[in-house]
């Protein structure tokens, strides 16, 4: 790993006492993030309870979305409570002893359904400087964690968000955030299905063409592309869509054996690789899903 700066590592780690950030730490959180996330939250809730004058209860803008949040998680109503004591109880106890995926998931869902835009947005700005601070292997984009395995790979995966919202590509973007949700979720064959659809998506909104091949084409006639590079996606293309691969059910166990590195590697390469067809593309055609 690069070096990092001295103002971003405490004493200790400058010193060896404690570790250094791990960028590729997926599959993990750290003591001190979780801490971060559990106070972020709370002061959420707090804020939200002193904007609208209560002491005991939640606020307007978490209330509704805490009750929410458990009821679709099977806990009966009667075992759900409002006030701010218990709350702060469960969510501390979560975020101490739950595993990553569970902490992540929870906290994707409260910037996805807060009931106010205002607090959903502090809460979400508060959220993403922890990750980002902490060098955390997620990072929170348009209310969907992401796995990030590098800074390299994190820029990429914003310049293809921004790529495919300033060209108006819905779609692709789409396909890109939930391929990024099913990874840290590890679901890694959904993970790499909806990359390569990202792709798809892209090059078939901006020329119209029915099929990955033919967009690549087309694109290639309007801006030189390498055969090399352009068989290759065909390829990849390929391996995700033959009878036996990786957009099929596995039926057997020669199934597609789609792995954490196979996952992680499509995704950044998507991503990596719409924001190359962005830039050299036509105009947007169509918006396929």
């Not at 009667?78 to 106890?93: G, T």
């Amino acid at each position: 790993m690069a070096d990092l700066p001295r103002s971003q590592i405490s004493f200790e780690q400058a010193e060896g006492v404690q570790p250094l950030p791990q960028q590729m730490a997926l599959g993990t959180l750290s003591r001190p993030l979780r801490a971060l996330l559990c106070d972020a939250t709370l002061n959420s809730i707090k804020a939200d309870m002193a904007a609208d004058g209560r002491r005991v209860n939640l606020g307007p803008g978490w209330e509704s979305t805490f009750r929410r949040y458990f009821l679709e998680r099977g806990v009966f109503p009667n075992k759900i409570s409002v006030e701010f004591k218990y709350v702060s109880s469960v969510l501390s106890e979560i975020f101490d002893k739950s595993t990553y995926a569970a902490i992540l998931g929870m906290v994707e869902f409260f910037a996805r359904n807060l009931a106010s835009a205002k607090v959903r947005v502090s809460y979400v700005n508060a959220v993403s400087t922890h990750l980002e601070r902490q060098a955390c292997a997620y990072r929170l984009i348009d209310g969907s964690i992401l796995p990030v395995a590098s800074p390299e790979e994190g820029q990429a995966i914003y310049q293809a968000m921004d790529s495919l919202a300033a060209r108006g590509l819905s779609g692709a973007r789409g396909h890109l955030l939930r391929a990024g949700s099913a990874l840290t979720a590890a679901e890694h064959a959904d993970s790499i299905r909806e990359s390569i659809h990202a792709v798809e998506s892209t090059a078939r909104a901006l020329t119209g063409k029915g099929s990955l091949r033919e967009a690549l084409n087309e694109i290639a006639a309007i801006h030189p592309m390498h055969p090399a590079l352009k068989e290759g996606l065909n390829r990849i293309y390929g391996y995700t869509n033959d009878a036996n691969g990786i957009r099929h059910p596995i039926v057997s166990e020669d199934g597609p054996q789609a792995g954490e590195d196979e996952a992680l590697f499509m995704f950044g390469a998507c991503a990596s690789f719409i924001t190359y067809l962005a830039r050299i593309g036509p105009k947007p055609a169509t918006q396929p899903l």
